[in-house]
């Protein structure tokens, strides 16, 4: 029923009564490299909003008009059945998708043509290809569908406020499992299968994106995916890691001590990082643009580690010379749904802003209710940033050395939590601990 209510908010951005039909097309199996070693299979994301279908190899058809939603399901032979299983029967697809027609996938040009549309709507070149290459003569559309599916992902209905809550419900849980069980000498492939056995033992089976277990300076690594070194005593282990649930993903970030206290510097450059996210967390509301919320966070950094002694001098100025980017080089957060960096960041016709730092924002528009965002500020001590700006003519006056150079090794501290704008307000979909008292205190067990 729900994906029935997505076709229908779909179509209700066409002109009533337009001619032409929207195809989609559905995900095929991958596999690795030229090998018959498959990929683990994931749904298309805009097919799997219209259609609900997890599975490979099938096509939709809307007709515009009159909401008409035709599906074409692969014809499997007796080898597909060997090799993966019982082949479901037209009747048992008919029952559990629903389409008003079905049929199998080499009728697809038959239809159409049967159709006989003025325009066929397709998401992108690859496959308005498709459609050309079933017959030339058909006239296709490759930004229309696009922008319109990209409007309707933006806002989410209830039902899918529902999933992403389930999948945020599961992914605290995990967290706090990892938290609890980390100790000096672990592996980080061993935290990750503490947090990959939670999720899956609650039903989760897909990870979200491919996530992050880093250990001391790996922890300084934005996308770091080798999870494989040994975490040692006296680092810090940062978690950034999210499953879905219906397809819909929760994705959420903790830094804490291996060994369970926060030491001198680790507590305050954390609270720095802390009081960052939940400050502009307390900005979030409708009407909000997102790179004010960024600029604010930044400001907020700088302020932080100026009274830790690592920055020097005039908040204004320091903004004015992006000196935010040295220690905060990515976006405040994105959009969050079928994809953890989904879709809707940036409307038609809204550019990035050219600037350190924040040109990495992933969403630049005004907060609506129905919107799924994440804030994530960090702190991070990288060294190919801050040895030449410590040379820097620009930077340098603002940059304590003394400070700096020996937390080289320090890594990185990123909090993470995800948000459904509301009507007031917003609705905190993370609650792993993250003040270091609460942190402290559930790693004592």
């Known amino acids: ?56 190899d099938y096509h939709a058809v809307i007709v515009i008009s009159t909401g008409e939603y035709f599906l074409f399901s692969p014809k499997r032979d007796a080898q597909y059945a060997v090799w993966h299983g019982r082949i479901r029967s037209q009747e048992e697809v008919q029952e559990l998708y629903q389409p008003d027609h079905l049929y199998f996938d080499q009728e697809l040009l038959t239809i159409l043509k049967r159709l006989n549309p003025s325009l066929i709507y397709c998401l992108d070149e690859s496959q308005a290809e498709y459609i050309e290459d079933l017959n030339r003569d058909f006239m296709v559309d490759t930004e229309t569908l696009s922008d319109a599916l990209t409007y309707c992902r933006s806002i989410k209905s209830e039902d899918e406020l529902e999933k992403m809550r389930y999948a945020a419900r599961i992914n605290n ?21 503490i947090y990959d056995y939670f999720q899956k033992r609650h039903g989760l089976l897909q990870p979200a994106y491919s996530g992050i277990h880093a250990g001391g ?42 060994k369970g206290r926060f ?28 790179e004010d919320l960024h600029l604010a966070a930044c400001r907020i950094i700088l302020l932080g580690l100026k009274e830790i002694g690592i920055v020097k001098g005039e908040i204004d100025d320091m903004m004015q010379h992006n000196l935010f980017a040295l220690f905060f080089p990515h976006g405040l957060g994105h959009f969050l749904g079928l994809d953890t960096h989904d879709v809707g960041g940036y409307p038609k016709g809204v550019d990035r802003i050219d600037r350190p730092g924040i040109r990495f924002l992933r969403v630049r528009r005004q907060l609506e209710p129905g919107m799924v965002v994440t804030i994530e500020p960090g702190i991070y001590f990288i060294p190919a940033l801050l040895k030449p700006a410590l040379h820097s003519e620009e930077h340098s006056r603002f940059l304590n050395a003394e400070r700096i150079e020996p937390l080289y090794d320090f890594g990185g501290i990123r909090i993470e939590d995800n948000l459904i704008v509301t009507e007031t307000g917003y609705e905190n979909l993370t609650d792993v601990p993250k003040e270091i008292l609460d942190i402290e205190e559930v790693m004592k067990h």
């Not at 729900?2 to 596999?31: C, P, W």
């Not at 995990?174 to 938290?179: K, N, Q, T």
């Not at 950034?240 to 830094?255: H, I, K, L, M, Q």
């Not at 030491?263 to 997102?290: C, F, H, R």
């Open 173 to 193: 849980h995990a967290h706090l499992e990892v938290m609890r069980a980390i100790k000096p000498g672990m592996y980080e492939y061993q935290t990750k299968a």
């Open 263 to 290: 030491s001198g510097d680790q507590a305050a450059i954390y609270q720095v990082v802390l009081d960052a996210l939940n400050k502009t967390i307390e900005m979030i509301s409708p009407g909000m643009k997102m």
């Open 1 to 56: 029923m729900s994906n029935q209510l997505h076709r229908e908010k779909l179509l209700s951005l066409f002109e009533e009564g337009q001619d032409g039909v929207i195809y989609l097309k559905g995900a095929e199996t991958m596999y690795r490299y030229n090998t018959d070693y498959e990929l683990p299979f994931r749904q298309e994301s805009n097919f799997w909003y219209t259609t609900g279908i997890g599975e490979p």
């Open 217 to 258: 300076i790996n922890s300084a690594i934005l996308h770091y995916t080798g999870n494989d070194k040994q975490i040692m005593d006296g680092e810090l282990f940062l978690i950034d890691a999210g499953y879905e649930y219906g397809g819909y993903a929760s994705d959420v970030t903790r830094t804490y001590p291996v």
